[in-house]
């Protein structure tokens, strides 16, 4: 692996798919484009591709 390459999981792969069809996107969005079984499998992946920068997040209330 290439010196600064970044590992990543099954499901952090899994929404980087998602989101290159989509571009942005809610959970719920990504969880059905990327046949997701569970909506926490999308927030854990999405929370640790955050920690490593490759992707934003934002929370509405």
Partial sequence: MPPGAVELSYLEKKVLLALGELQKASPEELRA???FRELV??????????????????ERV
């Fill in 33 to 35: 484009a990327g046949k």
């Fill in 41 to 58: 499998e999308v927030m854990n992946a999405a929370s640790w591709l955050q920690a490593k920068g490759l992707v934003t997040m934002k």
